[in-house]
């Protein structure tokens, strides 16, 4: 009965949300940087990696795909399993121990993740959708590709995450209350094919992990739904050509344990961090990774200057390139 007690306010509070009114706007810093253009894609479309770095000094990725999986830990992907994922490792340049931010929450994550900068300095300390608090009052990945002419798009399955970047930078936002095929349906369906940055959120690990437990196997069962979202989405970059020009980097606000999550444990701070796509070379990284360098390499994938205040550093090593500076992460 407790269970579905808790689990009928879950769906509740999943449910309540409804359009939002506008939170108040802050315009980021204006970035001069500009992306190269967009040309057709001649390359044939495969999943496999492409150039060698010998011949490839640094990245050049067109458009980059940062898919979250929330509340996704590492060790889920064997006990899941989850088979495609599992399949692009060998692919991948991936850490299976890259740590978030402290406190461990879905909002704050996500924006350290997506503007490069520890919570101390993004200063977003709620957890909820909070219209009247507005946005995240900080330069990030959003601000940075759209300055630079890009399309940028938000494709989520919580809304708060509304509140990552300012409307002005976020040029497609779409919240869906549902399953995570759902939303790369949706996505598909809907697909903007002109993007240089697109984040999809995939929300029901998290629901499953507050219900009934951390690698429960309720929970492990829609990892194998997010598997098949994820391979989904994949076929659908490579059906349109777009794959080999595509960086595509898979991680996670957080992990959990229990029905929990938000504390600095590792089960809660460990994530995955998996690139593959443009330039990327296929190993396990044997340096550092935090969830702030991901806007950082997006960025630095891209061609865009980083801002002088973001924590995160490019994951050189991904590229195959001399680490230059190592990550350091946020504080425990
Ligand atoms: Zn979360």
């Known amino acids: 009965m407790k269970r579905l007690v808790a689990c009928f306010c879950f769906l509740i509070v999943a449910c309540a949300q409804s359009a939002p009114p506008s939170p108040p706007t802050t315009k980021p810093a204006t970035q001069t940087a500009t992306l190269p253009p967009v040309s057709a894609p001649t390359a044939t479309p495969t999943v496999k990696p492409s150039a060698t770095l010998t011949t490839t000094p640094a990245p050049h990725a067109r458009r980059v795909v940062i898919l979250s999986i929330d509340g996704f830990r590492p060790d889920a992907i064997a006990l899941a399993p989850m088979p495609f994922l599992t399949s692009l490792l060998t692919q991948s340049a991936y850490s299976l121990s890259a740590q978030t931010v402290y406190p461990s929450v879905t909002l704050i994550s996500h924006v350290s993740m997506l503007s490069g900068q520890c919570p101390i300095k993004h200063k977003v300390d709620w957890n909820d959708y909070v219209p009247k608090n507005g946005y995240a009052q900080v330069t990030d990945l959003f601000d940075l590709v759209h300055a630079a002419g890009g399309q940028t798009v938000m494709y989520v399955g919580k809304e708060k995450l509304r509140q990552i970047s300012e409307p002005q930078s976020v040029d497609v936002f779409q919240f869906i209350n549902d399953r995570d095929l759902v939303i790369v349906a949706d996505l598909i369906e809907n697909f903007p094919a002109d993007f240089r940055l697109l984040f999809v959120h995939f929300p029901t690990a998290d629901w499953m992990g507050h219900v009934y437990g951390w690698l429960s196997w309720q929970q492990l069962s829609v990892l194998r739904r997010a598997d ?94 001399p680490v230059l500076k190592e990550s350091v992460g946020c504080p425990k």
């Open 228 to 321: 098949q979202a994820l391979e989904q989405l994949v076929a659908e970059l490579n059906q349109r050509g777009l794959l080999s020009e595509t960086l595509f980097i898979i991680s996670a606000d957080h992990g959990g344990h229990d029905q929990l999550h938000g504390s600095s444990l590792p089960e809660d701070k460990t994530i995955p961090w998996i690139a593959f796509g443009a330039d990327v070379r296929p190993a396990q990284l044997t340096s550092p990774v935090s969830t702030v360098d991901t806007a950082a390499t997006a960025a630095f994938a891209l061609g865009l200057d980083l801002p002088a205040e973001w924590d995160g550093v490019p994951i050189y090593e991904a590229f195959g390139l």
